[in-house]
């Protein structure tokens, strides 16, 4: 049959890598264990094999007609092996000779597998370049998740309309040369998570009787058979246009996508012996709108080259797991209706004044309240201020929106280009102000300690300082978080190639770039943009080393 | 022609059985195949061991040390002291978001689960009767004892987990509050077996029925 291909192809992918270290007695690291040589192999091999049937058939020119089906396996193995010693007599030899070494490092090893299967189906069909139409359905199952669970179903369906190739369309296409409709419906599955965690294997531990080691072993985790696919849903529609001859284009996504079964590590009771679980765990929804416009003018002479994007997103947690109203998370709270990420904390209102200690004493969850400590809102209303029953939700990480705008400009030889890019109404927890704001003398402090509270400079917004102050999580330390940052900014100049291929060269570029050069925000901390967390526990600042500016010069020659 | 595509997508199918799903780790020991010599006994058993003294913050090593000493007059949080919460048991306005009060919780219930792990597990398996395989029993019950023991002494009221944790359902994770005398009776219950204990092991430091002794006249 002409119309049908069968493919069969195998690859693999061969890693082996092998690790070299070497501590000097003459270094810091290095002087207490006199020396340590480690070395050791971390090896993977993955093949893959596909094998796929295609049909395809144009009937009567204008139907065309693409089919696939297929079956696909991949299986993955890792292993490691390391081994060291320490106290050399000297440094000469290494990590080439271990056996130089007076003290042996325990030798470690491990391996782990993890296989997935794939059956795929899909189905294109194109009816005179106008009308698309593609479904596909398939079924992966991975070895990684729990014995019940190990297959995922995940069905697609896109269509689409070009309407510039229509003849009613002709007489608009000076101005709009390509205008495209289209929207889709998909299903997409996450299995990012390591070996064997649905499993209770064991852990090998020490324990020291006399001079002698013992090893012990303890289930590591508590088994979960239903551990599976997490799932994601994704509706979406979009228009993509082109007017004057693609000199400009824009792109307009509207989206919702919502995924359920989330692959979280959640925390279970202590009393099981364990602090967390991998299991599938809560849904949450992220809607929002996508805009790009990219336009492109000039000759040859002469151009310049946008591209601005924006989106706007909307984050919210549909359900939580175990029928949960809510949960918190350290400094966070996830609460159904409400976006990941929130901040959950004390609400800050003003300082004590000598004054007040009788009336307002029970609101700075002091013992002994005494004038210049924080004054905290009683939220519960039971006429005291306790770090865990009074906190609230007090701001989100989730920006608004977010924006990157790029031009390009040439001249000739010369070629300017900018990024600007930005992100409005997210909150940022400063880390870095929470412990510099502790004013305890015993550690730095911020120079907002200059106005702490005295008797002769009653603050009202900046506490006393204290040998032993209660940290107290607390909207002070919660921040607007939105910046513009102008990211990065080219200079460049090209040789003209009259003048280059004199010096017997293909081309000669010269080049500054700046990079972070101006970034404008209310944010105090380092960088509004470095910020660290999980998918949970977003926009934590722990005073992570911020983004540099940077100018660098720079010359290409190309022989 | 119509053969080579039956004949292809019985290849497609049949390749299937090449690469199998379930997972057989060699680096680890699974829970199925443990539990079944005297050896694995007692390694179970040394786990506990392991779970109230390792490292620098466990139970019996600074943990239970600086939490109870830190509140009394014998400790003072000195200017070195820089850690919030163990200030705050100095100044003994600790609460129960406290770091170290979370600790010696979660290692105690860590150690209770260990030892229930062991004494569910030598107990149910029919070839482990020997002599030795019922001091292990004994041993995990004095090391459950003492980690309840602590614990009763601190919080009052406490669960009291008896069995291995299996499951992941809320009926499962979610335990109440035992009243205190019958954790009590539990604690005698435990440490009267292990007098059954040798009165010498063989191995110096390991649990004897004259600790098992000692402890029960404490309690």
């Known amino acids: ?559 | 022609m119509k053969n080579i595509t039956l004949y292809s997508l019985l290849l497609i199918f049949s390749l299937s059985a090449c690469n199998p799903l379930d997972e057989n780790p060699k680096a680890f020991i699974g829970t199925g195949n443990f539990y079944n010599t005297t050896e694995d006994a007692d390694a179970a058993v040394l786990s506990i061991y392991n779970a109230i003294n390792s490292s620098t913050h466990t139970l019996y090593n600074r943990l239970i040390q600086i939490s109870t000493e830190m509140a009394t007059d014998d400790y003072e949080a000195g200017p070195r002291a820089r850690n919030a919460h163990v200030r705050a048991l100095s100044n003994l306005t600790h609460d129960a978001s406290n770091d170290r009060m979370l600790e010696i919780w979660r290692q105690s219930y860590d150690g209770i689960n260990r030892a229930n792990v062991a004494i569910d597990n030598i107990a149910k398996n029919p070839n482990l009767n020997s002599q030795k395989d019922k001091d292990l029993i004994n041993e995990a019950k004095f090391l459950r004892a003492v980690l309840y023991f602590n614990i009763v002494r601190w919080f009052g009221d406490v669960p009291l987990v008896l069995h291995e944790t299996k499951g992941l359902t809320p009926e499962v994770l979610n335990v109440t509050n035992t009243p205190e005398a019958e954790v009590y009776a539990q604690i005698e219950a435990d440490l009267l077996d292990s007098e059954a204990l040798p009165e010498v092991q063989s191995v110096k430091g390991r649990v004897t029925s004259g600790a098992a002794k000692s402890l029960l006249s404490k309690v």
Do not use: C
């Open chain 1, 1 to 559: 049959m002409k119309n049908l291909v069968f493919k069969v192809s195998f690859g693999t992918d061969l890693i082996f890598n092998k690790e070299k270290s070497y501590l000097p007695s003459t270094i810091y690291e290095g002087l207490i264990t006199n020396g340590e040589g480690r070395i050791g192999t971390a090896d993977s091999r993955t093949w893959l094999n596909e094998n796929t049937l295609t049909y395809s058939k144009i009937v009567g020119e204008k139907h065309n007609l693409n089919v696939l089906a297929g079956y696909t396996q991949q299986n993955s193995t890792k292993e490691f092996v390391t081994a060291g010693s320490q106290q050399f007599v000297n440094d000469l030899t290494y990590y080439y000779s271990l056996q130089s070494g007076n003290v042996a490092l325990m030798p470690s090893s491990g391996e782990s597998t993890w296989a997935l299967n794939s059956y795929l189906s899909r189905v294109n069909y194109n009816y005179d370049s106008k009308y698309f139409l593609t479904a596909s359905l398939r079924a992966d199952g991975s070895s990684r998740f729990g014995k019940n669970n190990k297959w995922g179903y995940f069905p697609s369906f896109a269509v689409a309309w070009q309407i510039s190739n229509e003849a009613f369309f002709e007489p608009v296409k000076d101005v709009i040369n390509s205008i495209k409709i289209r929207t889709s419906y998909g299903a997409t599955g996450n299995q990012e998570i390591g070996e064997y965690q649905s499993l209770s294997t064991l852990s090998s531990v020490k324990y020291l009787f006399g001079d002698q080691i013992y090893t012990g072993f303890t289930p590591a985790r508590i088994s979960n058979d239903d551990l599976g696919w997490e799932l994601t849903n994704q509706f979406d529609a979009g228009v993509d246009a082109g007017f004057f001859d693609d000199k400009l284009n824009l792109t307009v996504d509207v989206y919702r996508k919502t995924t359920k079964d989330l692959l979280l590590a959640v925390q279970i009771p202590h009393t099981t012996g364990f602090t967390s679980s991998l299991q599938n765990f809560g849904t949450v929804q992220n809607q929002g709108i996508e805009l790009g416009i990219n336009t492109a003018l000039g000759n040859t002479a002469f151009s310049w080259n946008s591209n601005f994007n924006i989106s706007f997103n909307k984050n919210k947690i549909i359900a939580l797991g175990n029928d949960a109203e809510f949960y918190t998370f350290g400094n966070y709270i996830l609460r159904k209706g409400e976006s990941l990420g929130t901040f959950y904390g004390a609400v800050t209102d003003g300082i004590l004044q000598t004054a007040d200690i009788a009336t307002k004493g029970a609101f700075t969850g002091n013992a002994t309240p005494k004038a210049g400590d924080r004054l905290y809102k009683d939220i519960n209303g039971d006429g005291t201020f306790t770090t865990a029953a009074d906190r609230t939700s007090i701001g989100d990480a989730q920006p608004d929106f977010i924006f990157g705008f790029t031009n390009t400009f040439t001249y000739r030889g010369f070629e300017l280009s900018a990024l600007i890019n930005g992100s409005v109404g997210n909150k940022i927890l400063n880390g870095n102000a929470q412990a510099l704001e502790l004013y305890n003398g015993q550690q730095n402090a911020s120079t907002s300690a200059l106005d702490a509270w005295t008797p002769t400079n009653p603050s009202t917004t900046t506490p006393r300082a204290k040998l032993d102050p209660a940290p107290v999580f607390s909207d002070r330390f919660v921040e607007d978080g939105s910046f513009v940052r102008i990211k990065n900014i080219t200079f460049s100049y090209n040789l003209p190639k009259k003048v280059s291929e004199k010096l017997l060269l293909t081309s000669v570029k010269f080049r500054v770039v700046g990079e972070n050069l101006f970034t404008f925000t209310k944010y105090t901390g380092f960088d509004p943009e470095v910020t660290n967390g999980t998918t949970i526990s977003p926009g934590t600042d722990t005073g992570i080393y911020p983004a540099s500016k940077t100018i660098s010069g720079g010359l290409i020659v190309t022989f």
